[in-house]
């Protein structure tokens, strides 16, 4: 049986290799990074810190079987780790696995939201998820448009078999048949185009777009004043501008600001139907 000072020596020195860990990679040296924190991991294996900051090692290595290894390990034992289910996500997607990856990231962005709001990892989640969604959307619409345009051809052909039937009426319907037959040739186009709108970007409606950055939003808030801005973007004015309200010019402090939770649901919406929306300029 391990005693309880062995147990503290044990930590105490698994601590100093990950202060050694995070000085060897703030130099870039990765694997002497690695071999810290593998000797931390050796030392206390319950740590899950010590799992995720080899993982970012092996991230910067483009390691991502090992990325996925350390960050999955990292997450049975804390399963509210962001960092964890971040760098998961992105392991998935380097695997092309993206529905998965994109519920690695989306989890890291709930849990982030909840921990750090204002965090900078939280917008480079984001960003992360939106590029990942954008893809799924492109494979998707790519699918689409091949299924319509393939059920438009079978359904011109018919139409076109079923002219060349009605040719063989006596004179004097000939004509009438040809016209039935430009019609219904003309609405079959038009219902197509109708089917194919939702996959063609349009401009995105402005009370979902932040009144400062013009972009979608990603985390709403409202001031006193009912002026809805990005997150970030308004803290980040508060910060370095001043304590007011860019819009209104009224005073305004953090404190002050609410999630506008009906624009974030409405935003949602829109995006589920209009897959484009993700792309980042």
Not at 10 to 34: H, T, V
Not at 140 to 155: D, F, G, I, N, V
Not at 230 to 258: C, M, N, W, Y
């Amino acid at each position: 049986m391990v005693s309880g000072s062995a147990l503290s020596a044990a930590a105490k020195q698994a601590e100093q290799l990950r202060k050694d860990g995070n000085i060897y990679f703030k130099k870039d040296r990765f694997g002497a990074a690695i071999d810290a924190y593998t000797e931390a991991i050796t030392l206390c294996p319950n740590v899950p810190v010590y799992w995720t900051n080899r993982a970012l090692c092996h991230r910067r290595r483009n390691d991502w079987l090992k990325v996925e290894e350390d960050c999955r390990r990292a997450i049975q034992l804390d399963y509210s780790s962001v960092k964890a289910h971040y760098m998961l996500g992105l392991a998935l997607l380097q695997k092309q696995e993206l529905d998965e990856g994109v519920k690695e990231l989306q989890k890291a962005l709930d849990l982030g939201r909840g921990a750090n709001p204002k965090g900078y990892m939280v917008d480079e989640i984001w960003q992360e998820l939106a590029k990942a969604k954008y893809m799924l959307w492109e494979h998707a619409s790519s699918k689409r448009s091949w299924e319509l345009q393939s059920l438009k051809e079978a359904c011109e052909t018919a139409l076109r078999e079923k002219h060349f039937l009605d040719d063989s009426q006596p004179e004097g319907f000939l004509d009438e048949a040809g016209i039935s037959h430009m019609k219904q040739l003309e609405v079959l186009r038009q219902v197509f185009r109708k089917a194919g709108e939702a996959d063609i970007p349009c401009e995105v409606p402005d009370y979902l777009c932040c009144k400062i950055t013009l972009d979608i939003f990603c985390d709403p808030v409202i001031t006193p004043s009912g002026v809805t801005y990005e997150r970030a973007v308004i803290l980040d004015h508060l910060q370095k501008v001043g304590k007011f309200d860019p819009i209104t010019r009224e005073p305004l402090d953090q404190s002050q600001l609410v999630p506008n939770l009906a624009i974030k649901e409405a935003v949602q919406a829109y995006l589920d139907k209009h897959g484009w929306a993700y792309k980042l300029d």
